[in-house]
Each structure stands twice: as C-alpha cells, then as structure tokens.
C-alpha cells in the first residue's frame, strides 16, 4: 500500500514510526551538516535534498530500512567501498536497516563525494 501523500518534510518525518524516524532523521542530520547549501524539500513524498533548484540525492524509507539514494553513474564509483563495508546496495542506493546502527563516517563520506560530483557536473542526476 503507499505512503499517503504528504504535506511537508516534517509531515513525512512525523508520520513514521519510532524506530524509522530515528534512523531517518539520522541519516537527514548526516546531509544537512555536509549539504550546508542544501534545502530539503519533497521529491516523490520522499525526502530529498536539493540545490539551486536540481537534486543532490533522496532519503527514502521502507518497511524495514531506509534508502540513500544518489544518481546511479555516480554510485557505481563507490558501490564497492559500500559493499565492502557491509551494506546492501542497490542501483544508485545504499540500503540501511533499522535493526542496525547508522554507519555515519562512511554516510559522511558518501554525501560529501555526491557534493563534489554535483558541483562538477552541474547538477547532473
């Protein structure tokens, strides 16, 4: 069944039971201090992140994890490091599941490289 429409970013974040909110706002906390030019705003009645009017990547939230998910080209740079860590990964997402902790150095370094990329290319998704 999907997600009812939302109203806000905060109205997404309120909606969500306990343990996703904390992980999801985690995992919002870890963009906003390395997107500091960054407004979040809804994309699909998903949280994203974007930037002079052009997406940097989305939060997305599921029954039993959440997603981070960023443009496939670029994640398919970083896709091993991510597999090597541990976590699942997807076509242009890492998969983080509620039962475990955030791994937030290795979250810092994914978004802090999608800003580089975004500002290399433009914006490019």
């Known amino acids: 069944m999907p997600m009812p429409s939302r109203s806000s970013v905060e109205d997404f974040y ?4 306990a343990e996703q909110q904390e992980h999801l706002r985690g995992i919002e906390s870890v ?22 009017g052009k997406r940097v990547l989305m939060i997305q939230a599921f029954a039993k994890h959440a997603s981070l998910r960023f443009p496939p080209r670029w994640f398919a740079t970083v896709a091993d490091e991510v597999k090597a860590a541990g976590y699942p990964v997807g076509a242009g997402f890492i998969k983080l599941h509620f039962d475990k902790p955030l791994p937030t150095e290795l979250l810092t370094r994914l978004v802090s490289g999608r800003l580089e990329d975004f500002e290399a290319t433009d914006g490019q998704w």
């Open 31 to 52: 963009c906003a201090a390395a997107l500091p030019k960054a407004e979040e705003v809804l994309h699909w009645n998903q949280p994203a992140f974007v930037q002079d």
């Open 14 to 17: 309120a909606a969500l039971p």
